[in-house]
């Protein structure tokens, strides 16, 4: 059924496609018993305890899906056991010029450059107080592109706090390849300003009463592992709880699409299948580095059952997906879902 409804979507541009799909999804939920039979049919429930979290299933959705939490509810109903909102800024930003983002049907791939479009943290704060109860909710975090780097700290500052009480975690993005020199922020000294910050801000909301709610960190797959070495360090030193690895890539290799279509739409982050091995390989790593103490939460590549285990035995709690979720619609999170609950136990 959904390769039928695929070909259809498939044949709109990418971005107007994916807002055309979620307000048809919330258009046919408001018939009666629609949402239900989707929970009955998608969810499989495999309880998972992660970071002092209670999971329903260990797949989850990553975050540019549903950027300004406009869509948990129809979320809840397709069998994920946890959603990433965001990236959020401090300030709604519109994100880059269209079109910025684009398919490559033959790699089963994506490049998008979008920017961080998002309606702000305010507005994302006050939509998350209505948000399902049932749904674990992460809250991925960043600058604004006219934050000069120097002064990026303050922004992921005040996202931190607005959406302490309505979040479960925080995953700070410091790895997107769409906001110029946002990168730079991976090296060591600026990013460790910005997780002790983060850290030091946690403890005052548990001194005054409140849940320790998780950070974790975005890293890209672009990382030489000696960068990742660096990475971990300055994660164990500012006493935040995991990685999510791994973000886009700037990356063209191992591609079929030919040059000239590369050519012709330009820079951006690739995700999609041909990162799966990247990714896995860097969880892995990172699973080496730290005698498997880090928790990890695997995404990147991810369209089959296989995908999904592969990133669970080299050292993933958690595992997202976002592309292969484009490409094989909510079965695919059944399907891995199921896979994981009887083939790993």
Request: hydrophobic fraction near 40%; glycine fraction near 8%.
């Amino acid at each position: 059924m959904y390769a039928i409804i695929r070909s259809f979507l498939f044949m709109l541009q990418a971005e107007t496609a994916h807002h055309f799909t979620f307000k048809a999804l919330r258009f046919c939920f408001k018939i009666p018993f629609v949402k239900f039979i989707c929970q009955q049919n998608y969810l499989v429930e495999d309880k998972y305890d992660f970071l002092g979290l209670k999971f329903r299933n260990r797949i989850g959705l990553a975050a540019g899906m549903d950027k300004n939490a406009e869509y948990l509810e129809e979320l809840n109903a397709l069998g994920f056991g946890f959603v990433e909102i965001g990236t959020v800024t401090p300030k709604p930003q519109a994100g880059n010029d269209k079109p910025r983002l684009f398919r490559l049907k033959t790699d089963e791939c994506l490049i998008n450059r979008m920017g961080f479009n998002n309606d702000g943290v305010e507005v994302v704060a006050e939509r998350l107080m209505k948000r399902p109860k049932n749904l674990i909710v992460g809250g991925n975090i960043g600058k604004n592109k006219v934050t000069p780097n120097e002064m990026a700290v303050a922004d992921y500052s005040l996202c931190f706090d607005k959406l302490y009480q309505v979040v479960d975690y925080f995953v700070v993005n410091v790895s997107s390849p769409n906001t110029p020199n946002l990168r730079d922020l991976q090296d060591k000294k600026p990013l460790l300003i910005i997780l002790n910050q983060l850290s030091i801000q946690r403890k005052v909301w548990v001194k005054n009463g409140y849940l320790s709610k998780p950070i974790l960190l975005k890293i890209a797959p672009d990382l030489t592992f000696s960068q990742v070495d660096d990475v971990i360090e300055i994660v164990m030193e500012s006493g935040i709880d995991g990685i999510v690895a791994t973000n886009t890539t700037i990356s063209r290799e191992g591609l079929l699409t030919p040059k000239h279509a590369l050519d012709k739409i330009g820079s951006g982050g690739l995700s999609g299948k041909v990162l799966a091995n990247k990714s896995t390989e860097i969880i892995a790593y990172i699973q080496l580095k730290t005698a498997g103490k880090l928790p990890v939460i695997g995404v990147g590549g991810i369209n089959s059952e296989q995908t999904a285990i592969d990133k669970i035995k080299a050292g993933a709690g958690l595992i997202q997906v976002y592309t292969g979720f484009v490409y094989g619609g909510p079965a695919l999170v059944r399907k891995i879902s199921n896979a994981i609950k009887h083939g790993l136990g």
